[in-house]
């Protein structure tokens, strides 16, 4: 099966501008993370889709992200303006509803942001 | 908020070598994973632990999920060029829809053929 594909894998814009990365999860699941790792520091947590809800949005730096998966399917991660704090790389998992206790998510290979 | 301190932050071995990195936490965690990520691509789940006192194998590999579910430890025997890239800890608290992981900041490892 096709794994998780992100769009675009790298990006260089300016400061002040928009940038919006796309993410196609498995198909079939339900469950959508975006994840985001700034040089130097851990992954972090941005925020959780199942289906086409906001389940977490708890690690949204600011307003100036927004995120939206219409229909439950792809997902968009919009940054406007970017800011040069913004820079990273920004991962998305995607993962099935089991009932067992594997939760493991499988990731794309990431959009490296770079904002000048 | 929460960390996992994950050490050694870089590792340099020798191809055969047996390498040894771990994790620890102030807080509890219910469910333990390591991934290993290559360049250019995401992290990729090399072992998931879900008991507390829990030894699993993945080939080379062995992890342990520490008895106060708050530490794990990921062992790398006999190692090989195709080991190299950077080895994270992740750590979920499976409380309700929470699914998110807190994760360390890696574990980079260099192999010398």
């Known amino acids: 099966e096709a794994g998780v594909t992100q769009f675009p894998s790298h990006s260089v814009i300016e400061k002040g501008q928009t940038v919006t990365l796309r993410c196609d999860p498995i198909?079939?699941?339900?469950?959508l993370y975006w994840y985001r790792r700034v040089m130097g520091k851990e992954i972090k947590f941005l925020l959780h889709f199942v289906k086409e809800s906001k389940q977490d949005e708890s690690g949204m730096p600011n307003n100036r992200f927004l995120a939206e998966r219409t229909g439950g399917t792809y997902s968009t991660l919009k940054v406007q303006p970017a800011e040069l704090e913004d820079s990273g790389v920004y991962f998305c998992?995607?993962?099935?509803?089991?009932?067992?206790?594997?939760?493991?998510?499988?990731f794309g290979s990431g959009t490296r942001l770079t904002v000048v | 908020g929460q960390q996992l301190n994950q050490s050694p932050q870089s590792m340099f071995i020798q191809e055969g070598e047996d390498v040894s990195m771990n994790c620890t936490s102030s807080?509890?965690?219910?469910?333990w994973l390591w991934y290993k990520q290559d360049p250019g691509e995401g992290p990729v789940l090399l072992i998931a632990l879900y008991k507390a006192g829990e030894l699993t194998s993945n080939g080379r590999l062995t992890a342990q999920f520490g008895i106060t579910r708050k530490d794990s430890f990921l062992n790398i025997s006999a190692s090989i060029p195709s080991d190299v890239g950077i080895y994270f800890c992740a750590g979920q608290k499976n409380a309700g829809n929470n699914r998110k992981l807190i994760w360390g900041l890696g574990t980079s490892l260099a192999v010398n053929p």
């Open positions: 807080s509890i965690f219910n469910t």
């Open positions: 198909s079939g699941h339900d469950n």
């Open positions: 998992a995607s993962s099935q509803v089991v009932r067992t206790e594997n939760y493991g998510y499988t």
